[in-house]
């Protein structure tokens, strides 16, 4: 989801980010200093989040993992703290603060990109997320068009695979999942040249 900066007017600190969050009770992200409110989305960026936060859901039901929306707020480093669509975190949750508001293991994380954040997200935060050991899995699904891109991180690295089709299936080995592409976009309608646009 893009964050916006509402122009505040001095550097923060990680104190006073979290101390403001709190008593605002609005979701920002903190990066570097800057801290920027979460803007609402979409219908349509709204239910692909719901329905990968349901097909997960679904498939890891007795499995040692869970699936978490876009309310659980990570902590990059110590200086950057982010709010993905969703995220998967297996085993025991790792918090890092005593109030356990924020986490710092997820091996999956997600987000829904629209025209003006797909830059910001496939770039920018797609390094942040990236520099956490914990995370095998980085999504980013486009809501204007059937594309999906996901980065596995292998032995050499990170793999980027993408998903065009409807009828694709994205296989997660790692906490036994496989998603759907067409589940993800269940009811989500852009035309007949809707894949690859």
Known sequence: MMATNPNYPHKWTVEEYLA?????????????????????GTPDHSGIAANGVGELRSQLRGKP?????????VKVSEIKYL???FSVICGDIQFADE??????????????????????????????????????????????????QL???????????????REQLITLDVIDVT???????????FGDNEEGK
């Open 99 to 148: 109030k356990q508001i924020m986490v710092t293991n997820p091996i999956l994380v997600a987000e829904v990109v629209s025209d003006s954040s797909e830059k910001y997200d496939k770039i920018t935060e797609n390094e942040y997320y990236r520099s956490l050991s914990s995370l095998v899995y980085y999504l980013i699904i486009d809501q204007s068009r059937v594309h999906i």
């Open 83 to 85: 709010y993905p669509d």
């Open 179 to 189: 998603l759907s592409v067409d589940e993800i976009y269940l009811d989500v309608e």
């Open 151 to 165: 980065y596995t991180l292998q032995d050499k690295g990170w793999l980027l695979q993408e998903f065009t089709r």
């Open 65 to 73: 993992c869970r699936v978490f929306t876009s309310d659980l707020k």
């Open 20 to 40: 403001y969050e709190e008593e605002s009770g609005i979701r920002h992200e903190y990066i570097d200093g800057e801290i920027y409110a979460m803007t609402g």
